[in-house]
């Protein structure tokens, strides 16, 4: 079989259709665990077949240790490449919670090296998320890591990590038929940075199959798995039942014309998308052998009347909201459950707050506060005043020379100071903006636009001689806590 591999740019080869474990977890719900030994074996058609790249994560049951168990008692022939993920708890992170993290990762694959690591970060206002990234940056070039890649991360964030100097090579993120939201500027930003998207959801659950194609839409109780209930979420938002059966029926005019299948099909208009490294298609190890339908992705091309056919019914679809990886973020949550509570029971705040009288304050940590005596954001009843913010974390600039970057970046840490103070970024009424160079004043006005286009707070932008040739912009705010006693 003739399946087509891809070089990530940090040089790990990978096979353009990647076999997802996830469905372990789902296999493992009701507190039982598979045999590894058992389970593995069934790994081996697929690499036998060509498929020889398997994706995994720390929180996908014993997804690890089934396929560390088939690395060890490979059979000839089947030498396959190992992808996984480590999600952590939001919150404040330490170099040795990362390399214990890791150590766990490589225990399980019984592997010395991770080929690719792939990172979740839950909230973007704690810096916590940085810091891991800049411990597994140590890691890959101490050697127990191959590549970094990241996976639910938005555009603006994925900037953020690769302008401040991580080398991340793919980000893996839901991309499929019902949800395009990684089309435009994730795509565009991935293939300019040797970034490549490796897209799962290509099937929305085994919603695009045959199988649903003319059926009445399920009630709840008839989706048996944690992937239907979360895809019917997004059929949901993206127009409903109707409106997915008009993309099945355009799906299986063409498929038929092409001697395919509803979800192979599905799969293989994702591969053709732009910056598209991968797709990864789900395998419920044991129950549904799929790999000779997922090999037929490469012996098919779609024409250009074909895709314009699928293109325009999907024109009818509403836009899933938001950016890549949102809905673990922000509502609506298109998750399983339909929010968070199956992750964690809360965000601690970035910056505990210290109560002085009528005044509360928040100190980020950065040496300028000790040094000139202010504090990152102060307190007194309902109105929060944020302090001149720079892209600093710590001792480190972030951001280096992308403006915009380090706008978001900033906009993240007055998010921070206004919630370890009782605040929102929707509280914020005032912000001002001062920039080194007028020539990034269009990036920086939309990359402020992003995060206040429904808050609307007066604003002012000018030039100033800022403090350090690194920092291209500065922002203070302003915010009253709405509703507050």
Same mark, same amino acid.
């Given at each position: 079989?003739?399946?087509?591999?891809?070089?990530?740019?940090?040089?790990?080869?990978?096979?353009?259709?990647?076999?997802?474990?996830?469905q372990?977890?789902d296999?493992?719900?009701?507190?039982?665990?598979?045999?590894?030994?058992?389970?593995?074996?069934?790994?081996?058609?697929?690499?036998?077949?060509?498929?020889?790249?398997?994706?995994?994560?720390?929180?996908?049951?014993?997804?690890?240790?089934?396929?560390g168990?088939?690395?060890?008692?490979?059979?000839?022939?089947?030498?396959?490449?190992?992808?996984?993920?480590?999600?952590?708890?939001?919150?404040?992170?330490?170099?040795?919670?990362?390399?214990?993290?890791i150590?766990?990762?490589?225990?399980?694959?019984?592997?010395?090296?991770?080929?690719?690591?792939?990172?979740?970060?839950?909230?973007?206002?704690?810096?916590?998320?940085?810091?891991?990234?800049?411990?597994?940056?140590?890691?890959?070039e101490? =050697?127990?890591?191959?590549?970094?890649?990241?996976?639910?991360?938005? %555009? $603006?964030? @994925?900037?953020?990590? +690769?302008? #401040? !100097?991580?080398?991340?090579?793919?980000?893996?993120?839901?991309?499929?038929?019902?949800?395009?939201?990684?089309?435009?500027a994730?795509?565009?930003?991935?293939?300019?940075?040797?970034?490549?998207?490796?897209?799962y959801?290509?099937?929305?659950?085994?919603?695009?199959?045959?199988?649903?194609?003319?059926?009445?839409?399920?009630?709840?109780?008839?989706?048996?798995?944690?992937?239907?209930?979360?895809?019917?979420?997004?059929?949901?938002?993206?127009?409903g039942?109707e409106?997915?059966?008009?993309?099945?029926?355009?799906?299986?005019?063409?498929?038929?014309?092409?001697?395919?299948?509803?979800?192979?099909?599905?799969?293989?208009?994702?591969?053709?998308?732009?910056?598209?490294?991968?797709?990864?298609? =789900?395998?419920?190890?044991?129950?549904?052998?799929?790999?000779?339908? %997922? $090999?037929? @992705?490469?012996?098919? +091309?779609? #024409? !250009?009347?074909?895709?314009?056919?699928?293109?325009?019914?999907l024109?009818?679809?509403?836009?899933?909201?938001?950016?890549?990886?949102d809905?673990?973020?922000?509502?609506?949550?298109?998750?399983?459950?339909?929010?968070?509570?199956?992750?964690?029971?809360?965000?601690?705040?970035?910056?505990?707050?210290?109560?002085?009288?009528?005044?509360?304050?928040?100190?980020?940590?950065?040496?300028?506060?000790?040094?000139?005596?202010?504090?990152?954001a102060?307190?007194?009843?309902?109105?929060?005043?944020?302090?001149?913010?720079?892209?600093?974390?710590?001792?480190i600039?972030?951001?280096?020379?992308?403006?915009?970057a380090?706008?978001?970046?900033?906009?993240?840490k007055?998010?921070?100071?206004?919630?370890?103070?009782?605040?929102?970024?929707s509280?914020?009424?005032?912000?001002?903006i001062?920039?080194?160079h007028?020539?990034?004043?269009? !990036?920086?006005?939309?990359?402020?636009?992003?995060?206040?286009?429904?808050?609307?707070?007066?604003?002012?932008?000018?030039?100033?001689?800022?403090?350090?040739?690194?920092?291209?912009?500065?922002?203070?705010?302003?915010?009253?806590?709405?509703?507050?006693?």
């Amino acid at each position: 079989m003739n399946i087509e591999k891809y070089k990530l740019a940090g040089g790990v080869e990978i096979t353009r259709a990647i076999t997802g474990l996830w469905q372990i977890a789902d296999m493992e719900k009701d507190g039982k665990t598979l045999d590894p030994v058992k389970t593995s074996e069934f790994m081996a058609p697929y690499a036998l077949a060509g498929l020889t790249t398997f994706d995994m994560a720390d929180h996908y049951g014993s997804a690890e240790i089934i396929a560390g168990t088939f690395q060890k008692n490979n059979p000839a022939g089947a030498k396959s490449t190992m992808l996984t993920k480590w999600v952590p708890k939001p919150g404040p992170l330490t170099r040795q919670q990362v390399r214990d993290a890791i150590q766990e990762r490589l225990t399980r694959l019984q592997s010395s090296r991770i080929e690719l690591l792939q990172y979740h970060a839950w909230k973007y206002s704690h810096p916590g998320w940085l810091d891991g990234l800049f411990y597994l940056q140590e890691l890959k070039e101490e =050697g127990l890591i191959g590549s970094l890649g990241t996976t639910n991360f938005d %555009t $603006a964030h @994925l900037r953020i990590a +690769k302008s #401040s !100097g991580i080398d991340i090579v793919s980000n893996q993120v839901s991309y499929s038929l019902i949800d395009r939201r990684a089309g435009g500027a994730m795509a565009d930003f991935c293939s300019e940075n040797k970034i490549a998207i490796l897209a799962y959801g290509t099937l929305c659950g085994g919603f695009l199959s045959n199988k649903w194609l003319g059926k009445p839409e399920p009630s709840a109780d008839q989706l048996g798995n944690w992937s239907l209930m979360k895809y019917k979420r997004f059929i949901d938002v993206a127009g409903g039942w109707e409106k997915f059966q008009n993309v099945l029926k355009v799906l299986d005019q063409v498929a038929e014309e092409v001697g395919s299948s509803i979800a192979t099909l599905a799969s293989k208009y994702q591969l053709d998308q732009k910056a598209v490294g991968a797709v990864i298609v =789900g395998a419920r190890l044991g129950e549904n052998a799929h790999y000779k339908e %997922t $090999a037929t @992705l490469f012996d098919f +091309k779609l #024409s !250009g009347s074909q895709r314009n056919a699928i293109a325009s019914v999907l024109d009818q679809l509403a836009p899933i909201p938001g950016d890549c990886g949102d809905e673990y973020r922000k509502p609506p949550y298109l998750t399983a459950s339909g929010d968070l509570s199956h992750h964690f029971q809360d965000f601690p705040v970035a910056y505990p707050p210290i109560t002085e009288g009528v005044k509360v304050r928040a100190e980020s940590g950065t040496s300028w506060e000790a040094i000139a005596g202010y504090s990152r954001a102060v307190r007194v009843g309902d109105r929060v005043m944020v302090s001149g913010t720079t892209a600093t974390h710590g001792a480190i600039a972030i951001g280096k020379k992308d403006p915009v970057a380090q706008t978001q970046f900033i906009i993240d840490k007055i998010e921070a100071s206004l919630e370890s103070l009782g605040a929102k970024l929707s509280d914020v009424v005032r912000t001002r903006i001062y920039l080194a160079h007028l020539r990034d004043w269009e !990036g920086v006005s939309r990359a402020h636009g992003e995060r206040f286009a429904e808050i609307r707070p007066a604003n002012t932008m000018v030039k100033a001689k800022l403090i350090g040739e690194e920092y291209l912009v500065e922002i203070e705010a302003e915010a009253i806590i709405q509703g507050a006693e």
